[in-house]
């Protein structure tokens, strides 16, 4: 069993910037990757960006060059979100998925881009 607790999320203008954390908990060590995904209102759950047990990253082009996710540890997961834009708004979730395939989910933080 893996817990999942994401922090971070609030209220910030267009431009801001916001640090969302995962800390992990229970199996860590069956944990493959984490990634960061996020619904907005009325639409699907997309996947915003990923890391490897062994520090690879992958982050989806809407993300590039703004948002970064970063693997402190071997239970914290940063995603840093820069240049943050209104369509930026939604529920941001963790998702750990160990090497056996199981995927565990956070509750979400809510992120809100606007004046």
Not at 6 to 16: A, D, H, R, Y
Request: aromatic share 8%.
């Amino acid at each position: 069993q893996v817990q999942l607790v994401e922090s971070g999320g609030g209220l910030v203008q267009p431009g801001g910037s916001l640090r969302l954390s995962c800390a992990a908990s229970g199996s860590i060590s069956s944990i493959a990757t984490i990634g960061w995904y996020r619904q907005a209102p009325g639409k699907e759950r997309e996947l915003v960006a990923f890391v490897t047990s062994s520090g690879s990253t992958n982050h989806v082009d809407s993300v590039k060059g703004r948002f970064t996710i970063a693997r402190v540890n071997a239970y914290l997961v940063y995603l840093q979100m820069n240049g943050l834009k209104p369509e930026d708004t939604a529920v941001y979730y963790c998702k750990a998925v160990t090497k056996g395939a199981r995927a565990y989910w956070g509750q979400g933080t809510l992120v809100t881009v606007s004046t």
